[in-house]
Nanobody, 124 residues
């Protein structure tokens, strides 16, 4: 069992930035992903990063969000810039095995382990 713990969420004004962190209890090099879910909406894959550094992003966040990882710390990050009202959601970290590649959708079914989530609220 892998435990994932997200942190870094909070409230920010539109146009601002936040950095989310996800600490893993395992040193196994999973493919790591970030998802979000707003009230009344389906869960959306935001970004994923492979053990070789390959990344994939949802079109809605390309150019604004960046996923990265620190293997020494077993931690993956999501840097969120130019935040918009529509970015408001609960953000979840996940770990899986399907390789992340540019242009490949980030799909929840490809991930096995999930964190509890951290709330991001963007206000005007």
């Amino acid at each position: 069992q892998v435990r994932l713990v997200e942190s870094g969420g909070g409230s920010v004004q539109s146009g601002g930035s936040l950095r989310l962190s996800c600490a893993s209890s395992s040193s196994t090099r999973y493919v790591m992903g970030w998802f979000r879910q707003a009230p009344g909406k389906e869960r959306e894959g935001v970004a994923a990063i492979d053990s070789d550094g390959s990344t994939s992003y949802a079109d809605s966040v390309k150019g604004r969000f960046a996923i990265s990882q620190d293997d020494a710390k077993n931690t993956v990050y999501l840097q969120m810039n130019s935040l918009k009202l529509e970015d408001t959601a609960m953000y979840y970290c996940a770990a899986g095995f399907r390789r992340a590649r540019p242009g490949r959708p980030v799909v929840a079914d490809d991930f096995i382990y999930w964190g509890q989530g951290t709330q991001v609220t963007v206000s005007s």
